[in-house]
């Protein structure tokens, strides 16, 4: 059994900085993908970033240049290191982990319960 889970949401000032963690654990043969969605009220899910196992990364344009992916391979763990907060960034962020069971399985994804990330003064 695969378990995804979050931590290091909660209030910040607008300005601030927030880091996200996220582990994987479980029987885990591999990982690809390893990425950060949002959700905020109303609105559809997002991509916020993502990073593929050979580190390579990609960023939605609103949070190019303030926000930093990072993976530890090793560990299965994901961070998202939120600089210079903006009240938009405002949502449930969630983790999700493309995981491969067995060799030979396809890759599926797996997904956190999400944390709340509010910015406001």
């Known amino acids: 059994q695969v378990q995804v889970v979050e931590s290091g949401g909660g209030l910040v000032q607008p300005g601030g900085s927030l880091r996200l963690s996220c582990t994987a654990s479980?029987?885990?043969?591999?990982?690809?993908?390893m990425g950060w969605y949002r959700q905020a009220p109303g609105k559809q899910r997002e991509l916020v970033a993502s990073?593929?196992?050979?580190?390579?990364?990609n960023y939605a344009d609103s949070v190019k240049g303030r926000f930093t992916i990072s993976r530890d391979n090793a560990e299965n763990t994901v961070n998202l290191q939120m600089n210079t907060l903006k009240p938009e960034d405002t949502a449930v962020y969630y983790c999700?982990?493309?995981?491969?069971?067995?060799?030979?399985?396809?890759?599926?994804?797996?997904w956190g319960q999400g944390t709340q990330v509010t910015v406001s003064s």
């Open positions: 999700n982990a493309g995981i491969r069971l067995r060799l030979f399985d396809n890759s599926r994804d797996y």
């Open positions: 990073i593929l196992r050979s580190g390579l990364t």
């Open positions: 479980g029987s885990i043969f591999s990982i690809n993908t």
